[in-house]
């Protein structure tokens, strides 16, 4: 194995995040309470520089190091430099939310840092063992964060759930992976695929079973129906800064962990694992978007949505079409911007002492400020998918891949519970324009903090008319 000064090049950006981290966790110890603006400033330096390296060692090729575990190429450049751009909406649009209720501590960027990292290893993982590591990283990061708040009995409750069950759902993964490699004799991505080519129609049982276990982990990281318990809690119970992060940057990690097991590695058994694909984005279309129709609870009802929106995710995935897996990642980068934009209006309508959590504290907000509201009702048409937002150019294009395999009708399936799902996005439209208000306080955002919003809102009006530039770059990742 080769350790050489080139092959440390290729994990520069890791490196640098990982350096920064511990040097934040360090510094931070020695700023008083009026100072931690610097640990925030650290952190978005961080993610800054990190997406500068990554960009600087592309070069449309794919290379990979430490024996062939990390692969650099051109779909985790562009993953990679997403994960980096949300983190950083993130951590901005936290800072005020985070003041306001004295958890403003360096801790929350310093695991959101590590949380990164984790995700960075993920999508350049090409080994078994590598893939877990980098998930086991993000996962450890979040149990903490969803506790962060440690005097509220509700986010506590949240993280031992979230702790459980995706103990559970790693232990599934592990045991599946253990089972694949027990028969291909390899940890390697590529190596297993080469096996599993060679093995053509005579799967073993150790096969089956590896592939059944490694579906149902990432069946339950993602949140997918029957395996979809913990999502509404761990969203409810998590302080909103939490569940900003918790429901944005980590999905593509998900989508790169997916592509790198079972497109790049298990393809050939794609008409297996197509077929588990196809019931549970059967699953979680029908669930997510009938049971948010019931929620009252705004954060319960986008919980529900992801549910729904990852289905959506799984169809493009299992067409095992080029043009499928793009508009997959085309789907997954768009989702994760616009819930970005969701769970950031929540907290900037959030004050200290009062959460605006219901869809009842968004009335009137027309009223009380027309720029936030017309923000709002954009990111909501952009997830029911109402023309002319980016939202609808996703969802066509993952209905396109899903036609073009002869499944027509799955994707009617998926149009009628589309039409169903836009009842509660547009609930939300209706209380804001057409409700009067009941909390009249003035809203008093920061001028950068209301800068990201224009910017995360207007992109899904921007993306939607020109949506050729976002789905060119996923074109080019995705392309062999």
Not at 133 to 162: C, I, P, Q, T, W
Request: net charge negative; glycine share 10%.
């Amino acid at each position: 194995m080769n350790f050489a000064m080139p092959d440390f090049m290729l994990v520069l950006p890791e490196m640098f995040v990982l350096g920064m981290a511990c040097a934040i966790l360090v510094i931070d110890l020695f700023l008083k309470q009026e100072q931690r603006n610097f640990t925030y400033l650290l952190s978005q330096a961080t993610l800054v520089g990190a997406l500068v390296l990554t960009l600087l060692l592309e070069n449309g090729t794919v290379r990979s190091t430490f024996g062939g575990m990390f692969v650099l190429d051109t779909m985790g450049t562009v993953l990679k430099a997403f994960i980096y751009g949300i983190t950083f909406m993130v951590f901005a649009y936290s800072r005020p939310y985070l003041a306001e209720r004295d958890m403003y501590k360096g801790e929350y960027y310093v695991l959101g840092l590590f949380a990164v990292l984790g995700m960075m290893v993920m999508v350049s993982a090409h080994s078994f063992l590598v893939i877990y590591l980098g998930l086991e990283l993000l996962s450890l990061s979040l149990y903490a964060l969803v506790a962060f708040n440690r005097d509220d009995r509700l986010a506590a409750e949240a993280a031992m759930k979230y702790f459980i069950l995706g103990a559970i759902a790693s232990g599934m993964l592990l045991y599946g992976m253990s089972m694949l490699y027990g028969v291909s004799q390899s940890l390697d991505i590529l190596e297993v695929s080469s096996f599993v080519l060679r093995s053509g129609a005579d799967m073993s049982m150790p096969l089956i079973f590896g592939l059944v276990f490694v579906v149902i982990g990432l069946a339950f990281k993602l949140g997918a129906v029957p395996f979809h318990m913990w999502v509404p809690d761990v969203y409810h119970g998590a302080p909103t800064s939490v569940t900003l992060l918790l429901g944005t940057a980590p999905k593509i990690a998900a989508f790169a962990m997916i592509m790198r097991l079972l497109v790049e590695g298990l393809g050939g058994l794609h008409a297996d694992w197509g077929d588990m694909f196809t019931v549970l984005a059967v699953l979680s279309l029908a669930v997510g978007n009938v049971v948010a129709i019931a929620q009252s609870n705004i954060k319960r009802m986008l919980a529900y949505s992801t549910i729904s929106h990852v289905g959506f995710l799984l169809l493009g995935l299992l067409a095992g079409t080029l043009e499928g897996y793009t508009a997959a990642m085309f789907y997954t980068i768009v989702y994760a911007i616009t819930a970005a934009g969701g769970f950031g209006m929540i907290m900037l309508l959030s004050r200290k002492g009062f959460e605006a959590e219901n869809i009842d504290d968004f009335k009137g907000l027309n009223d009380r400020s027309p720029w936030l509201a017309f923000m709002m009702l954009l990111i909501m048409f952009s997830m029911a998918g109402v023309p002319p937002t980016v939202g609808f150019y996703a969802k066509v294009a993952v209905l396109q891949a899903v036609v073009q395999v002869d499944m027509v009708w799955l994707a009617a399936y998926a149009v009628i519970f589309s039409i169903i799902g836009a009842f509660y996005y547009l609930r939300v439209v209706k209380v804001m324009y057409f409700d009067k208000a009941e909390d009249e306080a003035e809203l008093k955002p920061g001028l950068g903090v209301q800068l990201i919003m224009g910017a995360n809102g207007l992109s899904m009006l921007a993306l939607g008319i020109m949506p050729g530039l976002l789905m060119s770059v996923c074109v080019a990742a995705i392309a062999p």
